[in-house]
């Protein structure tokens, strides 16, 4: 069955450093990937999305992600984190439904 | 609608009791889900609708859990005699595109309804 896994749990960052995010997923099909974002209080939102094509996504609000088949992987990345960008992160992996992984929580300290 | 709407926003049931939770997705999209999102965890796939049909139920954690959407639109998710493993974030997300047909517009989430049972 497909999974999604997230390695990171909690991460904190001080403003202005860079991040990254790592996602690996199970399966061996084609697969969509995404990143989503929840806000405190607020519903999922997209951040970027893979289907096919160039394997370095760009996003919203400066995130991007690289897709690198050999090795299942999608991770998130943004050069400078700002303190509005302390929310929960979801990768999500779609061959036929949504799998998410268990997300990360980013901590930004201004 | 612009975007999925779910109610009611919170829920707290007492411990056997029936609960509701509707999902109104955005207009034209043929695709329904019903996730669950426990505390500190990624959402769990439940079920799966294209229009009316339902063709997925296979993550539905047992048979109190029942879903419909009689109309194509409009979807409730009911749960029979309420436990406490079943608090959680209830998500409804809706796609325009249907799965397997190769194109995929990703999925647009509902704020979701909290259900609390004491």
């Known amino acids: 069955a497909q999974s999604v896994s997230q390695h990171n749990h909690h991460v904190i960052l001080s403003e202005a450093a860079s991040l990254e995010l790592g996602c690996n997923y199970s399966?061996?099909?084609?697969?969509?990937l995404f990143w989503y974002v929840q806000y405190p209080g607020q519903h999922l939102q997209l951040l970027l999305k893979?289907?096919?094509?160039?394997?370095l996504v760009k996003g919203i609000k400066g995130f991007e992600a690289e897709f690198i088949k050999s090795k299942f992987s999608f991770n998130l990345r943004k050069p400078s984190v700002q303190w509005s960008d302390t929310a929960e992160y979801f990768c999500?992996?779609?061959?036929?439904?949504?799998?998410f992984g268990a997300g990360t929580r980013l901590t930004v300290k201004p | 609608g612009a975007g999925v709407s779910q109610s009611p926003r919170y829920k707290v049931a007492k411990r056997g009791q029936d609960v509701a939770l509707r999902c109104d997705p955005i207009?034209?999209?043929?695709?329904l889900f019903w996730y669950q999102q426990a505390l500190g965890q990624g959402p769990e796939f439940l079920t799966y609708?294209?229009?009316?049909?339902?063709?997925?139920k296979s993550g539905l954690p047992s048979d109190r859990f029942f879903a419909e959407r009689p109309e194509g639109s409009v979807s409730t998710l009911k749960i029979q005699r309420t436990q406490q493993e079943d608090s959680a974030v209830y998500l409804c997300?809706?796609?325009?595109?249907?799965?397997?047909?190769?194109?995929?517009?990703?999925?647009?989430f509902g704020s979701g309804t909290r259900l609390t049972v004491v």
């Open positions: 997300a809706s796609s325009l595109s249907e799965l397997g047909t190769g194109a995929n517009y990703g999925y647009t």
């Open positions: 399966y061996g099909g084609t697969v969509n």
């Open positions: 893979y289907f096919s094509g160039d394997p």
């Open positions: 999500a992996v779609n061959s036929g439904d949504m799998r």
């Open positions: 207009s034209g999209h043929v695709s």
């Open positions: 609708f294209q229009n009316e049909a339902q063709l997925d």
